[in-house]
């Protein structure tokens, strides 16, 4: 079983819908991060969070620690929401680093 | 405040040559990571490394790859007689000292390897 787990793998959807991305960990952390990563390739950290919920624009993250979850919500989207958007918890022991999910693919049609 | 930057963008190298590939993490930061995704697959943890130390280098190839951070410079990741296989982009990361470790990507390098 993989450390990290997101659904939808692949999503379309219509311009203006509201988008939710899961992400189920196994690992203990210190904190797990959403990064965006367009066609292009480049990585774009969204969110950093340890607990709660973070807001930033269109853009949505929230953590159960307990039930080691995380959510990324888009509310409105847009077709320039369409990018791989890849789940990454950030291990507590030892170097801290990240794990990462498979991503999911997230196309928005006009 | 310049972000992480990597150069170079896309690396193209043969069959058995050398590959290096630099990272400049952003001011003041002094960790870097470096990830290695695969076509069609999922980032992998390479290596993290501060200042003139390799604190954890689980995710590295045993042979052929090594890694640096000197007290002045760029991180350097270093690919000897690379096979078609290590063709992938690679990412560095960095982040300042301390507990909250948010890190900050580069733009990464595209190796291919002919």
């Known amino acids: 079983k993989n450390e990290v787990e997101q659904s939808p793998q692949n999503l379309t959807a219509q311009e203006g819908e509201f988008i939710t991305i899961n992400c189920s960990y196994s690992?203990?952390?210190?904190?797990l991060h959403w990064l965006q990563q367009h066609p292009g390739g480049g990585i774009v950290s969204l969110f950093m969070?340890?607990?709660g919920k973070k807001k930033h624009g269109r853009l949505i993250a929230t953590i159960n620690i307990q039930e080691k979850h995380s959510s990324l919500h888009i509310t409105a989207s847009h077709p320039r929401d369409s990018a791989v958007y890849i789940c990454?918890?950030?291990?507590?022991?030892?170097?801290?680093?990240?794990?990462f999910g498979q991503g999911t693919r997230l196309t928005i049609n006009p | 405040n310049a972000g992480v930057m990597q150069n170079p963008r896309h690396l193209v190298r043969r069959r058995g040559q050398e590959a290096r590939l630099r990272c400049s993490p952003m001011?003041?930061?002094?960790?870097v990571y470096w990830y290695r995704q695969l076509p069609e697959e999922g980032l992998k943890f390479m290596v993290y490394?501060?200042?003139?130390?390799?604190?954890?280098e689980s995710g590295m190839p045993k042979e052929r790859f090594s890694a640096e951070f000197p007290k002045e410079g760029p991180s350097i990741l270093r690919i000897q007689q690379v096979v078609r296989g290590d063709s992938a982009a690679y990412f560095c990361?960095?982040?300042?000292?301390?507990?909250?470790?948010?890190?900050?990507f580069g733009p990464g390098t595209r190796l291919t390897v002919l």
């Open positions: 990361a960095s982040s300042r000292q301390g507990i909250s470790n948010e890190q900050f």
């Open positions: 690992v203990g952390i210190s904190a």
């Open positions: 969070l340890s607990s």
């Open positions: 990454a918890p950030q291990q507590r022991q030892g170097a801290q680093k990240l794990v």
């Open positions: 001011k003041g930061h002094s960790h």
């Open positions: 490394l501060q200042k003139e130390n390799i604190i954890d």
